[in-house]
């Protein structure tokens, strides 16, 4: 199994290239699915919230209240650092487990991370990262068409992440993701035939 984590700024479209190498047999672990699920009720992570910040980040169904912890986070760097050192453990060790439980399968795992930075790399013993890339200005229309998005809050949380040059500096393949469909799904096809080439794509052993 190779493993390769997956990132892009917000909009860049990570979910559109894992969503077609997993129509490909890829297997993908997502960050943002295990954020959402560490926090549901009865989980470690979703004690040590409520036991921080207060049962005003509940819903009246005693769920998270996301918007309500947004805020809270928003405006304080201590609370959001308080936060990350809840939730990140717990992430960090689910992506390991589903990664590990993937590795004596033969094939592609890819780890899609919006955050991802140098760290991760061996922190999950990754053996690639690939960046998916747009203009800044194509994610803009992508999220106030798709997302609803107003044109300040896009630009304002495109430009509160990594730039394209940082994200670039790091990867070992790019996916330029700034035309068609079609011409995603080709560049996709292409990349996926590179990967199960490479020797990490057999099973160990
Ligand atoms: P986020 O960081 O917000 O999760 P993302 O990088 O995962 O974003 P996607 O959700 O894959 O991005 O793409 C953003 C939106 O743009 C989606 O609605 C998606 O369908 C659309 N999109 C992505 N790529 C293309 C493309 N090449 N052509 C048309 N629409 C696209």
């Not at 129509?23 to 943002?32: H, P």
């Not at 918007?67 to 939730?87: C, G, H, M, P, Y």
Request: charged share 25%.
């Amino acid at each position: 199994m190779i493993v390769v984590g997956v990132t892009g700024g917000i909009g860049s479209g990570k979910t559109a290239v894992t969503d077609l190498m997993a129509a490909r047999g890829a297997f993908v672990v997502d960050a943002d699915l295990l954020a959402r699920e560490v926090v549901e009720p009865g989980e470690p992570a979703f004690l040590d919230i409520v036991e921080t910040f207060g049962a005003e980040v509940l819903t009246a169904d005693g769920t998270i209240d996301r918007a309500a912890l947004a805020n809270v986070v928003f405006s304080s760097e201590e609370q959001r650092a308080a936060l990350n050192e809840i939730t990140h453990p717990r992430i960090n060790a689910r992506m390991k487990e589903q990664i590990s439980a993937s590795r004596d399968q033969e094939g592609i795992c890819l780890v899609a991370i919006p955050l991802l930075g140098p760290g991760h790399r061996e922190r999950l013993a990754l053996d690639a990262v690939l960046v998916v890339d747009c203009p800044t200005e194509v994610a803009v229309e992508r999220l106030i068409e798709f997302r609803g998005f107003q044109r300040d809050d896009a630009l304002a949380r495109v430009a509160s992440q990594l730039s394209r040059e940082e994200r670039l500096a790091f990867a070992d393949y790019v996916i330029v993701n700034d035309g068609a469909h079609d011409r995603l799904a080709a560049q996709v096809d292409t990349l996926f035939q590179e990967l199960r080439a490479r020797p990490e794509a057999s099973p160990r052993g």
